[in-house]
């Protein structure tokens, strides 16, 4: 027998370092687990061989290179893997009649090689962390955790309505966006063909009839001398390539710690979108770390998840103090409420799941209630951006037709005098 040192959580979520004496990795992986334990980190003593845990990515790992699968097909196949386990079929064989299903392409390779791995002596959650572009860190812990608890097939159907909400979520965020960017994009794209082509003709007839020009009208001509040619660049090019520039920026900046923490900072206080954003972050947290919890991860491992995958750098901080404070043997709701990222109300629903032992639940109340008020903010948005594009659409063509058409009127008058 070889001797492992590991690292785990305990049920209470603090940290066990101890030895073990197994004959594999798997075999010390198992015997942890039936100490009650959560592993996060197993090594064997005098050997260069390391077994990751769950959740823990092999070094060197990765099998084949393959690219990213659809949160679209990862649900649809965790929901017909949960269906085949609940018929009590083994493991191995519902990932194989999975993958024999599947047309050619990613999705099939990596079912292949999670069955592999799995024929191979490796745990399902081990065998997902080898594939981080199809598995996240939230899916292979929850995974391990109905691995230990035995209850694999409802552990997978709770993952299955997690992912359905979060990308039903996503895409009516998504959605109500399309919309007005398509319209601001095509109204932008007529304008700038206006100012370039039928202005410029204009002008001529303007200079050929020596008239005196309002000053609407020679703002307007000016705008258009810009666009067709301004310095250093012609004003068409800002235009075009100014919203790539923007955006390229805006990753740039979001590619830094700081910088996100930054630019989610601002996107809380704008107003209108920002409670949209606030609304969203919460519900995700909420359903995130709700559904871990009610999994059986322990409740820091369970925070360090949630901090990874909130999608928002504000809400990733007070998660690090909401864990830090638990991990001291504080509570929840203090760090929570002092970070002021949350409604009262959600700091006493949590306060409440705390003393009587639900919390799991709370949050995903508090997860079914934000979600309902961004598809309340949400049509509240899209409502209210129509008439508001319709008045700038407006005043843009009412700006244009009154700058051209009072020289024209000046023009008729002398000539008709």
């Known amino acids: 027998m070889a001797t492992f040192a590991y690292e785990a959580m305990n049920q209470a979520g603090q940290e066990v370092k101890d030895e073990i004496e197994a004959l594999s990795s798997e075999d010390a992986l198992a015997k942890i687990r039936n100490l009650g334990y959560f ?70 390779n990596v079912l292949r090689g999670v069955s592999e791995d799995i024929e191979g002596g490796a745990t399902l959650s081990e065998a997902c962390a080898k594939y981080p572009k199809a598995f996240n860190r939230l899916y292979v812990n929850m995974v391990a955790a109905g691995e230990t608890g035995g209850v694999l097939d409802v552990i997978l159907q709770r993952l299955a309505d997690f992912m359905e909400k979060a990308e039903k979520l996503k895409k009516k965020i998504i959605g109500a966006m399309i919309y007005p960017a398509v319209v601001v994009s095509f109204a932008m794209a007529i304008v700038t063909g206006i100012m370039i082509f039928v ?164 949050l995903l109340k508090v997860a079914d209630n934000y979600e309902e008020e961004v598809d309340v903010a949400v049509a509240s948005l899209v409502s209210l951006l129509e008439p508001i594009m319709v008045v700038m659409l407006g005043g843009i063509v009412g700006f244009i037709v009154i700058a051209l058409f009072m020289p024209l009127v000046q023009l008729i008058q002398s000539v008709s005098g």
Do not use: C
């Not at 519902?94 to 050619?104: G, H, R, T, V, Y």
């Open 39 to 108: 592993p996060t980190r197993i090594r064997e003593k005098g050997g260069a061989k390391k077994a990751a845990a769950p959740g823990k990515k092999k070094k060197g790992g990765g099998g084949f290179g393959f690219g990213r699968v659809s949160t679209k097909q990862i649900t649809q196949i965790t929901r017909q893997l949960s269906t085949l386990q609940d018929a009590g079929l083994p493991i191995l064989r519902s990932l194989n009649i999975l993958a024999e299903q599947q047309k050619p392409g990613t999705l099939k």
């Open 199 to 362: 202005i410029p003709k204009f002008e001529e007839i303007f200079r050929d009839f020596d008239v005196t020009l309002p000053q609407v009208t020679m703002i307007l001509l000016g705008t258009s001398k810009w666009v067709v040619g301004g310095s250093p660049l012609p004003g068409w090019m800002w235009i075009v390539f100014g919203p790539v520039g923007a955006f390229l920026l805006f990753k740039l900046i979001r590619s830094s710690q700081g910088g996100r923490h930054v630019v989610d900072f601002v996107a809380l206080k704008l107003p209108i979108f920002g409670n949209l954003v606030r609304k969203q972050s919460v519900a995700r947290f909420g359903r995130t770390l709700g559904t871990l919890i009610s999994a059986g991860v322990p409740i820091l491992e369970a925070l360090k998840i949630t901090r990874e995958t909130s999608g928002n750098e504000v809400y990733a901080r007070a998660m690090e103090k909401v864990h830090d404070s638990i991990r001291e043997g504080e509570s929840f709701s203090a760090p929570l409420r002092a970070a002021n990222v949350v409604d009262g109300l959600v700091v006493n629903m949590i306060d409440v799941g705390e003393e009587t032992g639900e919390l799991d639940k709370m």
